[in-house]
């Protein structure tokens, strides 16, 4: 199927022809691409976290956490690691993007985490997460890695 573009915009498939689909399981909610564009995540209804060539399209790997669907990624500014929303969790999840290894989480007692953003220009080992929450608040976390 054809994208169609309105305005000024035009969209072509990557490569000119009509490329394979990349298969993520369930319902793909969620795209973050690494700042420097050598890799993308995605994720979905069915949680897994992929990594993606971004050149190419192939898999790099996939994890599996123990969460709800996945509503929002977000690459922290050195590519290094991308921060996951979990459905209907109380949490902010942390995972190194070469080798899916999880890191950490942000817990929270009393709201579920819908939107995570790194504060650009922060570099390992400290960065700022920024966290939007179901009941209209933001939080902002030093995180150190």
């Known amino acids: 199927m054809s994208p169609t573009t309105s305005g000024a915009?035009?969209?072509?498939?990557n490569g000119g022809a009509s490329p394979a689909?990349?298969?993520?399981?369930?319902?793909?909610?969620?795209?973050?691409?690494?700042p420097r564009g050598d890799t993308f995540v995605s994720s979905g209804q069915d949680s897994a976290l992929v990594a993606w060539d971004g050149i190419d399209g192939?898999?790099?790997?996939?994890?599996?956490?123990?969460?709800?669907?996945t509503e929002c990624l977000a690459y922290s500014p050195d590519g290094l690691y991308v921060a996951a929303s979990h459905g209907s969790t109380l949490r902010a999840t942390i995972w190194r993007v070469s080798d899916g290894?999880?890191?950490g989480e942000v817990l929270l007692p009393d709201n579920v985490v819908t939107q995570v953003r790194w504060r650009p220009g922060?570099?390992?080992p400290n960065y700022q997460l920024a966290l939007g929450l179901d009941s209209g608040a933001i939080r902002l976390y030093d995180i150190q890695i």
């Open 9 to 13: 915009a035009t969209a072509t498939p």
């Open 21 to 34: 689909p990349m298969e993520v399981g369930l319902g793909a909610l969620a795209v973050a691409w690494q």
């Open 58 to 69: 192939t898999e790099l790997h996939r994890v599996r956490p123990a969460m709800a669907w």
């Open 101 to 103: 290894t999880y890191v």
């Open 122 to 124: 922060f570099t390992a």
